[in-house]
């Protein structure tokens, strides 16, 4: 009876009505100006809420929390800008729908999609926690290293033409991710010898540069072209396209809880997995894949919205943060005087039932607040582009300097933003370069930590891979993911294809 009474806590008291509502509305908006993150508008209220009951403190850090990651869609579909990591793969479809005026579609079925998703995660959170936080507990860092393989070898999914080019623009994404001190050992990688160097590179400018920058300067091409009007007669998706792509969203809602629960990851990683996915699983789109697919955008939007239950489980059942905005939350539990993880369970389950509720009524004002103001929004896309051009690179000069307030920033998201124009106009695709920069430090990390506990043997290493079921698995997925993307898997499967007809 606790349980009900602590879980419909934040309906029947109207003030944490109020302040899930308001969380997810800033939220949303956070998310989507580029630079402005979800973790540090969190880790601001902190102290602005440190003196409050612990309850209203959580109820307007989850509505934030749950808002800013959709937000991140918004500006990825309008502007080609993600407005957070894990957007990156809602652009690579979201923009081209826009493009051909039906930005208010993409924003429909990203908001719908991210409420499905954002569900699937709460549901597993509430009956499941303890045996996905279980399974969470078996990945070691070999695992987490071929984790890490798995998501860079998704270069194939994100480069439309070249595969060559792909995997050098992932490859030079690794690279930008590798500079800086080294973790472990301290010594100056990549550095040159400057001092500016040391802290690495952002990965806020990078992503912000090559998006933003080199689309504004793209569009430079264009600035006489008349501005796409967009068609905003049907903005919520008929239940006939939901029913369509419903397998999908839970498949990839799957992916997310899981990517989710495993600490250090996150729904960036969640999202650019289930894109691949879906490409993988979709055999006849209507529209091809970056250019518009309806399924490049139900794909990452489920897993991403996902994986934000899915990184409450460690949290709960664990006291282990699934990202760095539980992190935040673990930090704010315990200022009010609570200990996160197993004994929290069994002391206090009202709270965790709390959080579930709370969750709950933030993805229902999620879908609520995504599908208003929708027309206001698409409105960007149709100024001229004497006005977009100049907005678009004062977003993105706003968004790297507000990472770390420095100025450097502000440099490096212009270099990277003319080198992105140069790789774009060239067909070297974008999103593996920041897909490198984010899984650099995850992969080169847990090889270290790998190595390191096998005595620096490789005979152990690979043995510990073979015996190891979960280890295997993934070393399979790896091994399987790059063949398949080789040209001799595709003349193989024509072959195939051919006999069989």
Same mark, same amino acid.
């Given at each position: ?353 709390? &959080? /579930? $509720? @709370?969750?709950? +009524?933030? *993805? ?8 208003? %103001?929708?027309?206001? =929004? ?18 993105? &000069? /706003? $968004? @790297?300097?507000? +990472?770390? *307030? ?8 212009? %270099?990277?933003?003319? =080198? ?40 152990? =290493? ?40």
């Amino acid at each position: 009876m606790e349980a009900v009474s602590a879980f419909f806590t934040v309906i029947t008291h109207w003030d944490l009505l109020l302040l899930t509502a308001v969380g997810t509305f800033a939220g949303i908006y956070v998310g989507a100006i580029p630079g402005l993150s979800v973790t540090m508008a969190v880790s601001i209220l902190i102290s602005f809420t440190f003196s409050w009951d612990v309850d209203p403190a959580l109820a307007l850090m989850i509505g934030i929390y749950m808002g800013g990651v959709y937000g991140g869609s918004r500006t990825a579909i309008l502007l080609n800008i993600p407005g957070a990591p894990s957007a990156i793969a809602t652009a690579l479809d979201g923009y081209p729908m826009a493009q051909r005026g039906e930005a208010g579609a993409a924003i429909g079925v990203t908001t719908v999609m991210s409420f499905i998703g954002g569900f699937i995660g709460i549901a597993v959170l509430a009956l499941a926690a303890p045996w996905v936080s279980d399974f969470a507990l078996t990945f070691q860092p070999r695992d987490y290293m071929l984790l890490a393989l798995l998501g860079i070898l998704l270069v194939g999914s994100l480069s439309s033409g070249s595969l060559v080019k792909g995997i050098f623009a992932g490859a030079l994404g690794i690279a930008i991710g590798a500079v800086g001190r080294d973790p472990l050992t301290f010594d100056s990688r990549f550095t040159f010898d400057l001092p500016q160097l040391d802290s690495g590179i952002s990965f806020i400018a990078v992503m912000i540069g090559m998006f933003g920058v080199s689309e504004a300067l793209l569009q430079l091409h264009d600035i006489d072209k008349t501005a796409v009007r967009q068609s905003l007669s049907r903005i919520v998706p008929s239940l006939g396209a939901v029913k369509k792509h419903l397998p999908l969203s839970l498949q990839t809602s799957t992916i997310g809880v899981i990517i989710g629960a495993l600490p250090g990851t996150g729904g960036d990683i969640a999202a650019l997995m289930a894109y691949d996915h879906a490409k993988r699983v979709t055999k006849t789109p209507e529209v091809p894949f970056g250019k518009g697919a309806m399924e490049g955008l139900v794909a990452p939007e489920s897993a991403n919205n996902a994986a934000v239950g899915g990184a409450f489980i460690p949290m709960m059942t664990l006291g282990i943060p699934g990202d760095a905005v539980t992190a935040i939350m673990i930090g704010a539990l315990y200022i009010h005087g609570l200990n996160p993880g197993p004994m929290l369970m069994v002391d206090q389950p009202d709270m965790f039932w709390f &959080i /579930v $509720g @709370a969750l709950v +009524v933030a *993805n229902v004002f999620m879908l609520i607040f995504g599908l208003t %103001g929708v027309k206001i =929004f698409t409105k960007i896309v149709e100024l001229p582009r004497p006005v977009l051009i100049p907005g678009i690179l004062l977003l993105s &000069i /706003v $968004g @790297a300097y507000a +990472v770390n *307030n420095a100025l450097s920033d502000v440099y490096w998201m212009i %270099g990277f933003g003319v =080198f992105g124009y140069f790789m774009r106009h060239y067909g070297y695709p974008l999103g593996p370069v920041i897909l490198g920069v984010i899984l650099s430090r995850l992969l080169d990390d847990n090889w270290r930590r790998a190595i390191i506990s096998e005595r620096e043997d490789l005979g152990r =290493f690979f043995w510990g891979i073979a015996t190891s079921p979960l280890s295997a698995t993934l070393a399979v997925a790896v091994i399987l993911v790059f063949v398949s993307q080789t040209p001799l898997w595709t003349r193989a499967k024509q072959r195939l294809l051919g006999a069989s007809a």
